[in-house]
């Protein structure tokens, strides 16, 4: 029996900045001081802690070492593990001194962890250490005791929303496939996070795999379907390599493949890799790409509840919906709306960046607000600056402004200051930037983006890069300004699918909020004075 | 079907459930712009012009894939949408490089239309060059991406209809392109040249190569003996590029502007269409008793035979030997009639006026040359007949009517069915029927044959002998069958190919636009045509017999074999790259 876990956090942040050596170095100085019968040190996902190194986190005592270098590792050994002396120098250092345990410091104390409950304190690469806490617990029950009509209702009763970026009723579309009579059915998991400022789908995945595939498993038992597949980004190695392994563990436990502990329920799961294109996150883009054709979106209805992989029945969720819906079934629909707000049940993962002092994953009940998450959990603005927007959900997100930093954060309260809640990121904005230029870099993605399908997003998302770089450049007029807001509008309106809709999103938000910042811009070029006459 | 009820315009109409937006406005008598929709094809929804504006919805949605619902309201008129659809229409053009004068489809370009029915007068985006290389690889089809609109219709086309998958979109957004899979140039694909493609472009992206210019040479150089062969479909279509209705036959006038033009000699390709079902309904009838290679496939179609080649090439021994009629006809354009006429096969300028593109790279066969000269020297699509005439102020709906010249203009109503799907197997039949039963047929009609199916089948009695036959048009449904002889499933003697929707009268050489209602219009003038013909069976051309008398000898004898029959190749589906 181990007395003392130390979990280092391994991700590709972590590991770019030597957390592997670190590993191995804590191995071989805990062995060295003989504790190796009483110290385990446990490989974990990212612990949403960013920009502070390699962290390690010392169990049972809770304490949180950031920026640990391979010539500390001596220290904490012989210090800590063997002396339970704290190395204070290494201590997180948003932890104010007379907080002992780290999770009632501000930065935890207004998240709740449920999607992110296992992330970064059990090994991801241990299904034993998912079982131990609660790990297809769910399932069991499902299969043992529940109905997929029972599955169906608890999910629908939670009242929880997909956390892909649409914010619809699981539960209901999980229905729409249920009543579905197909030979087959899929149930596909969206991991194909591709919104710049976005990696919370990844950390999850890194950090809880089995979460995802049970909650996988839970949804095929629910509408009646016998494969799976998670369409991971192709450029997240760690996430596929690490579901791949999951799912190798489940299938030798019995979890996964045919008649599932004698209940005659056959559920399988594959691993599909994106090639690198936005779009394939659009769910019938998605689709279109695991039939291995061009990823491009197809037009709905039908939807693919209904009309889905190889034309048959399935049901996209994002990573973040899955890995909650263990919890739901095992907890119930109350206590999961006991989270959140009426509107808006439960917890939404967002991943903090931009002018931030303390970037990183979090976790929070909805119905926050955004100070409490900037200023609290976020620790406020660098230097002193203020405030000046916020965009939720990514490249395609609506614009948060002063005026909304109280606004208790949920999809009514969103939508109506024209906003959602999207797939996650949270990027702040500080009031030294020009909002012509963040709007620019946006619209460059897009451009880089679109798959090309409809006149409106192929020739849209290009001239607004051209307008937007004729006005940072100080060739712009204000015609310029109506032209974009009126491309802009019409692309919200009549774009195929929702990239081409949403590209333009921040645009309109930040010329509704920000509309001088795009005239002084276009005045730039009125004040030039002509070299010669 | 249910009924159902929507508001369009403030005019309430029913329409069966599951009517697109699109149709129940035209049945509203309201006009929605499209560009990338084609009633040929299932909608993309790309181009976003058609879009309307649906009562309580926040989008606005394309009419050519949306569907009615009971009550709908809506409106293709609000402010919304005419500035959405200008919105659309203003991102082509300013892609597009509106050199319409020096454009093939200048006249007949869609996009011109829209932008005429929209009033567009100016554009607030500067003109941004698409990417994509002229492709001029190949003898048939011309690829200039630069006037591309991206609708994809032609990539359907290739797709859908004809299963060949020669042509999609290369790269992603703005800079997106059609392209062939490795870039390289389209006679380097598994191309069929069929031209369906053309037959659907919206714009000048895609077009025949011209033989025009090559034609008129011919036609000013006073040591050429010009003599042009046209093709049985042509005769149905040549008027609706003058303007008149589709199915208006106009075949004696169009024999006068080919005169017109300077031909020496206007003859038809319908002679050696009768010559064709002699040839091969004897080929038929020796594989029967011979047992030879069953089902034996035609080889009127060379798009068709290009697929063949590309995609199943193991059933090359299946297809028949015999030449087309274009190359039969070229052939003895430079044997059988420059001998009998005294004229220099050199001399002799060998044309032929098809409703297909697939004929050009026919006749540019290396094989192609058995008077020692190539049989065909240049071929010109319907359209570039009309181009021609049209140059020099021809108005054939006004022209004087003119007969055929002998003797390489007589034919049979036989002949002329080649036209249609399923014309050659009926013309065949009429005359395998009498030379085995040697009993008149009663019922020259075989109707089991005809129809706009993709695949039909039909079995006649042969003095006791079933022979069973099927036809196929479009080569998605050719595939069909392909597969069937591959699996061994196929229990057929005889069957008949054609690479084209409805067949040559569907070809890609056609006047534009084709529909499934023109293509419907087409082919009824084509059994009119027939019905007029005194002779209704290739055997009785009196032509025919005397070519057989004076020169062939027998059917499919020596001399038959040399001029009228030829071999196939076996392709891979990718050419190597040239050496460097």
Known sequence: ????????????????????????????????AGLNQDVRVVETGSLGIYNKGVVLVVFPDGIYYTGV??????????????????????????????SRAEEKAPRFGKQVRVVLKNAGMIDPESIEEYIAQDGYEAFGKALTELTPKDVLKIVTDSGMLGRGGAFFPTGMKWGFAAREKSDEK??????????????????????????????????????????????????????????????????????LGKNIFGSGFDFDIQVREGAGAYICGEETALIESIEGKRGEPRDKPPFPPSVGLWGKPTIVNNVETLATVPQILLKGGDWYKSLGTESTPGTKVFTLVGNINNPGLIEVPLGITLREIIYDIGQGIPNGRG????????????????????????????????????????????????????????AEFFNHESCGKCTLCREGTGRLVELLHKLTSGCGSEKDIDLIERLAGHMMKSAFCGLGQAAPVPILGCLRYFRDDFIAMAQQNQQRVPVSA | MKSISVTIDGTRITVPEGTTVLDAAKKAQIKIPTLCYHPDLPPVSACRLCVVEIAGDRLLRTACSWQCRDGMEISTKSALVRDSRKMALELLLSRHPMKCTECVRNGSCELQDVADLLGIRENPFEYRERKGELDLSSASIVRDPSKCILCRRCIQTCEMVQSVSA????????????????????????????GQCIDRCPVGALYE???????????????????????????????????????????KQMVAGLKRLGFDRVFDTNFTADLTIIEEGHELLGRLKKGGKLPMLTSCSPGWINFIEHFFPELLPHVSSCKSPQQMFGALAKTYYAQKFGIDPKDVFSVSMMPCTAKKYEADRPEMNASGYQDVDAVLTTREVAVMMKQIGIDLPNMHEEEYDDPLGVSTGAAVIFGNTGGVMEAALRTVYEVVTEKPLDDIEITAVRGMEGIREAEIDLAGTKVKAAVANGLYNARQLLDKIV?????????????????CIGGGGQPIPTSQEIRAKRT???YTEDRAYELRKSHENPAVQLLYKEFLGEPNGHKAHELLHTHYTAKSQYQPDSAA
């Open chain 1, 1 to 32: 029996m181990h007395r003392i876990h130390v979990i280092i956090a391994m991700d590709p942040h972590t590991i770019a900045q030597g957390a592997r050596s670190i590993k191995d170095a804590l191995v071989k100085n805990i062995d060295l």
């Open chain 1, 69 to 98: 270098k391979l010539e500390d590792v001596s220290e904490i050994v012989s210090e800590h593990l063997v002396k339970g002396r704290v190395v204070t120098r290494l201590r997180y250092s948003e932890i104010p001194e007379e």
């Open chain 1, 186 to 255: 899929y149930i596909i998991c969206n991991a194909d996070e591709g919104e710049p400022g976005t990696f919370k789908d990844r950390l999850i995945l890194e950090g809880d795999p089995h979460a995802v595939l049970e909650g996988m498993c839970l949804a095929g038992y629910a509408i009646g379907a016998h494969m799976g597949y998670v369409y991971i980004r192709g450029e997240y190695h760690m996430s596929i390599a690490r579901v791949r392994r999951a799912i190798e563990q489940a299938k030798k436990q019995g979890l």
């Open chain 1, 387 to 442: 405030f000046k927007l916020a965009q939720l959900g990514g490249t395609t997100g609506g614009i948060l402004t002063s005026e909304h930093l109280d606004l208790p954060l949920d999809i009514i309260n969103l939508r109506s200051v024209e906003a959602g809640l999207g797939s996650g990121a949270m990027l702040v904005v500080d009031d030294t930037h020009n909002v012509v230029e963040l709007v620019q870099n946006f």
């Open chain 2, 167 to 194: 042509i999609g979109l290369e790269g992603r957004g703005y800079d997106v392109w059609v392209d062939t899979p490795f870039g390289k140039g389209i006679a380097d694909t598994p191309c069929v040249s069929c």
């Open chain 2, 209 to 251: 190569t011209s033989h025009v210019d090559r034609v008129w040479r011919a036609l000013d150089n006073p040591q050429k003996h010009v003599v042009i062969q046209t093709a049985p479909a042509v005769r149905v279509a040549i008027s609706e590029e003058f303007g008149l209705e589709p199915g208006k036959l106009t075949t």
């Open chain 2, 487 to 503: 699996a061994g499933t196929a229990d057929y003697h005889f069957i008949e190919i054609m690479a084209c929707p409805g067949g």
């Open chain 2, 524 to 526: 009824e003038a084509i």
